[in-house]
Each structure stands twice: as structure tokens, then as C-alpha cells.
């Protein structure tokens, strides 16, 4: 296993289409998180997953933004209905139970709302 | 969860020790502290993570101040490839803040 992995890495898109993105973690780890990050800015943190549970959600996931581990495994992160605001990276993290502060970023997947 | 202050940007000379410093003066006695770094274009990078002892990998070391109310990462020996900026995390902090971008010039 490599690492974290994001399909796609770039996704341009017209507004009001719905996009997802896909995360798949290093196998081991039982946390999965989502980041957005904007030019000038770090990462910030969106939701995220222990298995399969999503454990926290932040205010910035507005009801368009829907995220899904169905099986503790990967990861989707769907965004309804984009706007020209919702253009960002969308960064993926994983880290281990024992370490979970310890994150490993895969290397995101670039958005363009048009 | 603690917060972290440091500096917009910094500046070293390749072949130099670069030392990036963190304030966390609300830190709690079992948050570590965590350094990521992110090179343009790639997702943040670990580097290192210490909870009061001073902490050196492969990569970079990590000094805590005895009362915990600050930290420094240090390169021993910066090259072209340590531009980046680079992230102070404190506990189970899950925004990442601006942090500081570095330069290392020729």
C-alpha cells in the first residue's frame, strides 16, 4: 500500500452539476477525513469517519455536501447542486486508531466550478 | 482544543538550520504537538509530534519549552525542497490555521 489515493485529481464542472470525489485510505487506518483547502489557506477540516461511523461533521458541510464510508474501506464525498464557492482542493486523510492525530494526506482532487 | 500562533512567512539560507517557531500557550498537559508541512500542490505532508521531550527523526526535531507554551522545528540543514509552509497542530486539532510559509533561497 502506497498511501492515500484520490480519484479524480482534477474535476471541472458547470454550476448547479453535481460532482463526487473518491478516497480510498491506507487499509490499515480506521479514521478517514475530508478537508477543503482554498489558495492562501490551510486545510480545514470538513467531517470525518472512524470505520464506517461518521463521527463529527463541521459547519462548513452544508446540506449539499453528503460524505459516505459505506464500508469502513472508501470513501465518497458528494457535493449537490456546486456553486462557483465550492471550487477548492478536497484533501483526504487517513491515520490509525492508537495515532489518530498522525494524518496522512492523499494529494487531493483539484475542483473548478464554472 | 489549544491554538497555535506562527509566524506568515520565513526566509533561510540553503545549507542553513531552519528554526520554525510555535506558540501554544493554551496547550493541555496530554496534547502533542504536531508539525505537517505542505509542498505547493500536494496534500500536507507528517513531519513530527512531541509531547514535553525534544524529538528528532529523519526528517526534522522538534523542541518543546519545558512549560510546553511553545515549540520550534528545526532543519538542520535546509535545501530547495524544504519551501513549503509548514503547520503547528496542538491535541486533536482538526483546522490547520495559515501557518508559515518558508523560503529557502540559493
Known amino acids: 500500500d502506497t498511501g492515500v489515493s484520490q480519484d479524480p485529481r482534477h474535476k471541472i464542472t458547470k454550476r448547479g452539476q453535481n460532482v463526487t470525489f473518491r478516497c480510498d485510505p491506507i487499509?490499515?487506518?480506521?479514521?478517514l477525513y475530508w478537508y477543503r483547502q482554498t489558495l492562501g489557506q490551510g486545510p480545514e477540516f470538513l467531517t470525518y469517519?472512524?470505520?464506517?461511523?461518521?463521527?463529527?461533521k463541521s459547519r462548513l458541510l452544508s446540506d449539499r455536501f453528503s460524505a459516505e464510508r459505506p464500508k469502513g474501506s472508501f470513501s465518497t464525498l458528494e457535493i449537490q447542486r456546486t456553486e462557483q464557492g465550492d471550487s477548492a482542493m478536497y484533501l483526504c486523510?487517513?491515520?490509525?486508531?492508537?495515532?489518530?492525530?498522525?494524518?496522512?494526506f492523499g494529494s487531493g482532487t483539484q475542483l473548478s466550478v464554472l | 482544543d489549544a491554538k497555535t500562533t506562527q509566524p506568515p512567512s520565513m526566509d533561510c539560507a540553503e545549507g542553513r538550520a531552519a528554526n520554525l517557531p510555535c506558540n501554544h500557550s493554551?496547550?493541555?498537559?496530554?496534547?502533542?504537538v504536531y508539525w505537517y508541512r505542505q509542498i505547493h500542490s500536494q496534500g500536507p505532508q507528517y513531519i513530527i509530534h512531541?509531547?514535553?521531550n525534544n524529538e528528532t527523526n529523519e526528517m526534522a526535531s522538534l523542541i518543546i519549552t519545558e512549560d510546553r507554551k511553545s515549540s520550534t522545528l528545526i532543519l538542520p540543514h535546509a535545501t530547495l525542497r524544504d519551501t513549503a509552509v509548514y503547520y503547528c497542530?496542538?491535541?486533536?486539532?482538526?483546522?490547520f490555521g495559515k501557518g508559515t510559509s518558508l523560503l529557502v533561497t540559493p
Open positions: 487499509s490499515e487506518h480506521n479514521r
Open positions: 469517519f472512524q470505520n464506517e461511523a461518521q463521527l463529527e
Open positions: 497542530i496542538v491535541g486533536y486539532a482538526l483546522n
Open positions: 512531541g509531547l514535553k
Open positions: 493554551t496547550i493541555s498537559g496530554n496534547e502533542y
Open positions: 486523510a487517513s491515520s490509525p486508531l492508537k495515532i489518530k492525530e498522525k494524518l496522512f
